[in-house]
């Protein structure tokens, strides 16, 4: 089992910065991709950032110039660097994390979701 703790939401001003924080732990024999999604009142979960094990990044157009992705691989950690927030970009965030046991068994877990809130 792989437990995912999320961490960073709030209510922030437009313009404003956020720091969301995924931290992953447990059973974790090989990490691969980790990522950000979100999903905003009414409307389907979206892919938001993701990165791989090597690095590599891709984004949403939505939020490319604005949002940062990045990895700690020694603590099991991605975090999502949000700045010049829209009111748009309101909605509950949530990382997904994926990887392979001993065995090469793939898995994929996702977190608990964070809500982001941006208004005047």
């Known amino acids: 089992q792989v437990q995912l703790v999320e961490s960073g939401g709030g209510l922030v001003q437009p313009g404003g910065s956020l720091r969301l924080s995924c931290a992953a732990s447990g059973s974790i024999f090989r990490l691969n991709a980790m990522g950000w999604y979100r999903q905003a009142p009414g409307k389907q979960r979206e892919l938001v950032a993701t990165?791989?094990?090597?690095?590599?990044?891709n984004y949403a157009d939505s939020v490319k110039g604005r949002f940062t992705i990045s990895r700690d691989n020694a603590k099991n950690t991605v975090y999502l660097q949000m700045n010049s927030l829209k009111p748009e970009d309101t909605a509950v965030y949530y990382c997904k994390v994926s990887g392979g046991t001993m065995s090469s068994i793939p898995w994929a877990y996702w977190g608990q979701g964070t809500q982001v809130t941006v208004s005047s």
């Open positions: 990165i791989t094990n090597g690095g590599s990044t």
